[in-house]
């Protein structure tokens, strides 16, 4: 089987350096356990923390360890009997052609909707954005909502339930294809496009003249500075990543907390596996949209898991333009 592990942990950027593509003798499943074939492997912003080893709530990936992602795999051979060959599933495993697993770590993916949006609007992003929006946003008809990173796997989702709850939404994205994108197929009310605008402050005002009440949260640096003065009283942050920093080498000059406290505004981070009944809520719920086409997603696919690193690379400059996975295999 081939794997893609880290080869080094990056200063910065990470670079193909960090990457080593391995062959290995194939595993063998062993009692109650499966071996899957990689179809579609997710990469996500999140994988660049786990390629340091600064403390975080998640533990590293240890050098020469397979890089850690969700896939979807088709079963070649099972010793659980709930899994027969053939059958999709889905569960977190790593930059592999082929992965032997515990069967209490998959899950069969039902038919009905492409087998990879398991990975971004059915998948975590997706459970994310349900997440953020209904426990922390909890948005009301006429509220103004900014999401950041608007084209993105999870941007995409919370703009469109914040548009399902009846908000004026502002997308926030980095070009024009994305910004038209957000606006008509997305349904966004407006979308900045943060790299062409010379103020990112006046760009807001404008689009939100009744200030800030939810801000999606999904990039940090100089986007979260220019959101943060424009907040209403009882806004709600949606702290949910802050993508433009990951690869900072020094920690950037912090915003003044002390306004949380005069607008009793809510800054809340959270980690969407704590609760996996959110998985299961949000794919009843969206399973059906995805399937009549009401909820739109946009996949970012590149062919082939030696491009693996090239392409998570890629996602951290901005390069994908949706859910960005990688079609390992044929089904
Ligand atoms: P996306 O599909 O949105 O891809 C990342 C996007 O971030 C890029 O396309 C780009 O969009 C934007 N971006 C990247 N670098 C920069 C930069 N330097 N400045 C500004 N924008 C940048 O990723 P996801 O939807 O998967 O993830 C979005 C966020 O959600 C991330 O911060 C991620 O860590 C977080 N997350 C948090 C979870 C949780 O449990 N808390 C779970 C899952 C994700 P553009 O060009 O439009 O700016």
């Given amino acids: 089987r081939r794997s893609v592990t880290l080869a080094s942990r990056p200063k910065g950027a990470p670079t193909l350096d960090n990457f080593e593509m391995r062959e290995e003798v194939m595993p063998k499943p062993g009692e109650a356990e499966v071996l899957t074939r990689t179809l579609w492997l997710s990469l996500d912003p999140y994988m660049r923390g786990r390629m340091s080893d600064k403390a975080s709530y998640a533990a590293p990936i240890a050098i020469g360890a397979p890089m850690t992602g969700e896939t979807v795999g088709e079963v070649v051979e099972s010793r659980d009997p709930r899994f027969t060959a053939g059958d999709i599933v889905v569960g977190a495993f790593g930059w592999q052609s082929h992965i032997v697993s515990s069967g209490d770590r998959l899950t069969i993916v039902p038919t009905g909707v492409p087998y990879s949006a398991y990975l971004g609007v059915l998948g975590m992003p997706g459970a994310t954005a349900y997440a953020g929006m209904t426990e922390i946003g909890q948005v009301k008809p006429g509220e103004t909502v900014v999401i950041s990173a608007a084209s993105g796997a999870v941007g995409a989702v919370a703009g469109q339930?914040?548009?399902?709850?009846?908000?004026?939404?502002?997308?926030?994205?980095?070009?024009?294809?994305?910004?038209?994108?957000?606006?008509?197929?997305?349904?966004?009310?407006?979308?900045?496009?943060?790299?062409?605008?010379?103020?990112?402050?006046?760009?807001?005002?404008?689009?939100?003249?009744?200030?800030?009440?939810?801000?999606?949260?999904?990039?940090?640096?100089?986007?979260?500075?220019?959101?943060?003065?424009?907040?209403?009283?009882?806004?709600?942050?949606?702290?949910?990543?802050?993508?433009?920093?990951?690869?900072?080498?020094?920690?950037?000059?912090?915003?003044?907390?002390?306004?949380?406290?005069?607008?009793?505004?809510?800054?809340?981070?959270?980690?969407?596996?704590?609760?996996?009944?959110?998985?299961?809520?949000?794919?009843?719920?969206?399973?059906?949209?995805?399937?009549?086409?009401?909820?739109?997603?946009?996949?970012?696919?590149?062919?082939?898991?030696?491009?693996?690193?090239e392409a998570f690379i890629d996602l951290l400059r901005g390069h994908n333009f949706g859910k960005l996975v990688i079609r390992v295999a044929e089904p």
């Avoid at 009744?210 to 907040?231: C, H, R, S, T």
């Avoid at 702290?239 to 949380?260: F, I, S």
Wanted: aromatic share 8%; with cysteine.
């Fill in 161 to 309: 339930l914040a548009k399902r709850a009846g908000a004026r939404v502002v997308g926030v994205a980095g070009n024009p294809d994305k910004c038209l994108y957000i606006q008509d197929t997305l349904g966004f009310d407006e979308c900045i496009d943060h790299r062409a605008v010379m103020d990112l402050g006046s760009a807001l005002r404008d689009a939100c003249p009744k200030g800030i009440d939810v801000y999606f949260e999904n990039v940090g640096g100089d986007l979260q500075d220019a959101v943060y003065p424009l907040m209403n009283d009882y806004g709600r942050m949606i702290m949910c990543g802050m993508v433009a920093e990951y690869n900072d080498t020094k920690p950037r000059p912090g915003p003044n907390l002390m306004d949380v406290v005069k607008k009793r505004l809510r800054i809340e981070g959270f980690i969407v596996t704590d609760k996996l009944q959110r998985f299961v809520d949000w794919r009843a719920m969206a399973t059906p949209w995805v399937a009549d086409g009401s909820l739109h997603f946009r996949e970012h696919v590149v062919d082939g898991l030696e491009n693996a690193p």
